[in-house]
């Protein structure tokens, strides 16, 4: 969301000077009693006793004495603005920005004759603008009201300063229309009103504003219709905002003629109908976002002549054919997010090669043929998301030594071959998700990095043990190896990963005991270990995990006791125990939601092959509506 930002304009060099005049000392009492609030402070320098105010912090006088500029941004004085502020007659400058100010704006700020910037930005305003009478404002250039509470319609006053140039109300609770009067402001350079509760159509007389540099008017406000091909006018404009405000029609091949925009937003409306290859023109266009809409048809090759582009966003419409070749040539590009979309065929090989790309999601589209192996050729890569596509062939190598990445996500492809070592080597790396694809070889003994929290390996044919080095991610909160072949014993040193929540290592041909140093991991919330080979008792320190949701421990050959702690465990509310050689003898007396462990039995499971036989019953407790904990990333 593009946000009106607090001014701190720089005036002309002005002198200070020691005053006697007590007009501009008095109010300057004043206003610091209503200014500093009961909770507040700041201002301790203003003094009654000192007959020099021009000293005071945040004043600025003129040669005269006068006060021209009054600055106290960014003070927690937690006051109001009084009506005390129109003695200062020969202000030039108010600004409070940041400064916990509330209640109502006074009126006597539009009969400020010299009055030319006002900020108001980031405080706690409320109520209504006071009413600007014909007149009003006669100096005013620049109002910076953003991020305040006030509400009621759009001040119609303002549209009568003559001067203004710079009118920023975002972020408030303004209602209504846009008054058709804002379109006749000759000087004006800024519109924002983004960020309100306005409604009705968006004028098409804005077009008038020849001057118009910037306009911000989406965000929670709620328009009918769509965007006026009129706006193809603003021959002035460099940014337009109209994001998220609940358009429809069309894009209107009109915004072509914008030759200086460099920044289009239109996303998160319901836009409809293909892109106007006439944007194709906009040579001087940086960043463009139509993401969250339901356009249809292609990317226009026009867009191969957009070489300033960095930032391309226009994800989740319904955009088909096949990847645009040109993208890989955009010599500026730095953002590429086109995902949930109908895209076909390759990625081109050029993808990254301009050596400025840091962010590529792709995902949910219809995309064939291998990884390009350029893609970090920048080294400054971070978000590499491929998910949900056709892609076949190995992971490339380079992307191993990518040490800018901050987020892999290759699931839901064909991809095969084996991965890349340095993937588990990378220092900035929060999440690595290569589920569901025909990945095989064995995990690397080297595995590293402080920030992995995600790491999803299910549904490959991984095989070899689960490496020790595993350990090394202090972060690691979900670990998923599901669905492989890997063999071995879980190491010890799993019971090192201290944030773990999830935990899933199931079907696989993992032996050896019950990893008895998961009892270490106090964040685990699901613990399944179903369909392996593991032998030997469950050991009662697991019933001391303190949130544990989920335990599946089914189709292995555990035996023994069943430690009766374990139906006492205050948060566990599934518990599957089932096909393993466990007594069926247990108290119905637990919350636990579903309790299965019927019993299956072979010679092997037991120690010295002594079969051990209890016949064959299940056990379906329902003692709790307890909801059952769903894990979303």
Avoid at 585 to 592: C, D, G, P, Q
């Amino acid at each position: 969301m593009m946000r009106c930002l607090g001014l701190l304009l720089v005036l002309s060099p002005l002198f200070l000077a020691v005053s006697d005049d007590d007009g501009d000392h008095g109010a300057l009492m004043k206003l610091k009693a209503a200014l500093v609030g009961p909770c507040g402070s700041g201002l301790g320098d203003w003094a009654a006793a000192s007959p020099d105010h021009c000293s005071f912090s945040g004043v600025t006088c003129d040669e005269d004495s006068h006060v021209v500029a009054l600055n106290v941004s960014f003070l927690p004085l937690n006051g109001s603005l009084p009506p005390e502020i129109g003695l200062l007659r020969h202000l030039v400058n108010l600004t409070v920005s940041c400064a916990g100010l509330g209640g109502s704006l006074p009126v006597e700020l539009a009969a400020l004759p010299s009055l030319r910037f006002l900020n108001i930005s980031n405080n706690n305003f409320s109520g209504e603008f006071p009413k600007v009478e014909p007149g009003g404002f006669p100096a005013l250039e620049v109002i910076d009201a953003y991020n305040n509470n006030i509400s009621g319609p759009l001040p119609l006053g303002l549209a009568a300063a003559p001067l203004l140039r710079y009118l920023c109300l975002s972020g408030n609770y303004f209602a209504g229309v846009i008054p058709e009067a804002y379109s006749d402001i000759p000087n004006l350079q800024y519109l924002g009103l983004n960020g309100n509760s306005l409604t009705g159509r968006v004028p098409p007389s804005l077009s008038r504003l020849s001057k118009l540099k910037e306009m911000y008017i989406g965000y929670y406000n709620v328009f009918e219709g769509g965007i006026p091909r009129e706006f193809g006018r603003l021959s002035s404009l460099v940014r337009l905002d109209m994001a998220e405000c609940g358009l429809s029609g069309t894009i209107p091949a009109s915004l072509g003629q914008l030759k200086r925009l460099d920044t289009l937003f239109l996303q998160t409306n319901q836009l409809s109908g293909s892109i106007p290859p006439e944007l194709g023109g906009l040579s001087q266009l940086v960043n463009l976002d139509f993401s969250i809409n339901d356009l249809t048809g292609e990317i226009p090759e026009s867009f191969a002549e957009l070489k300033e582009l960095q930032l391309l966003n226009i994800f989740m419409n319904h955009l088909r054919g096949i990847f645009p070749p040109f993208i890989g040539e955009l010599p500026n590009l730095v953002t590429l997010q086109l995902w949930e979309n109908n895209f076909s065929s390759e990625l081109p090989e050029s993808l990254g090669m301009n050596g400025r790309l840091v962010k590529l999601d792709v995902a949910s589209n219809r995309i064939t043929g291998t990884i390009p192996p350029d893609l970090c050729a920048s080294g400054r890569l971070e978000t590499l998301v491929l998910m949900d596509n056709g892609l076949v062939g190995p992971i490339p190598e380079k992307l191993g030594g990518c040490k800018s990445l901050t987020r892999v996500r290759l699931g839901d492809n064909s991809l095969n071959g084996s991965i890349p070592g340095g993937l588990f080597d990378l220092p900035s790396n929060d999440m690595l998700e290569l589920s569901n694809n025909n990945l095989s070889g064995e995990l690397p003994t080297v595995i590293s990095g402080d920030k992995l929290c995600l790491l999803l390996l299910a549904n490959n044919s991984i095989t070899g043990s689960i490496p020790p080095a595993i350990s090394n991610l202090p972060a690691l909160e979900r670990l998923e190896l599901n669905t492989n072949r890997m063999s071995g014993e879980i190491p010890p040193q799993i019971g090192r990963l201290k944030a773990l929540s999830k935990i899933n290592m199931s079907g696989n041909e993992l032996t050896g005991g019950f990893p008895i140093d998961l009892a270490h991991c106090a964040s685990l919330v699901s613990v399944d270990l179903s369909r392996n080979r593991l032998t030997g008792e469950i050991p009662v320190q697991i019933t001391a995990l303190p949130i544990l949701n989920t335990l599946n421990l089914s189709s292995n050959r555990f035996w023994g006791e069943i430690p009766p702690e374990i139906l006492k465990m205050p948060t566990l509310t599934t518990l599957d125990l089932s096909n393993n050689c466990l007594p069926n003898h247990l108290s119905s007396e637990t919350s636990i939601m579903k309790l299965d462990f019927s019993v299956s039995c072979t010679a092997s499971a037991t120690p010295g092959g002594a079969q051990r036989t209890g016949g064959r019953s299940r056990l379906a407790l329902l003692t709790s509506l307890s909801p059952l904990l769903l894990f979303t990333y």
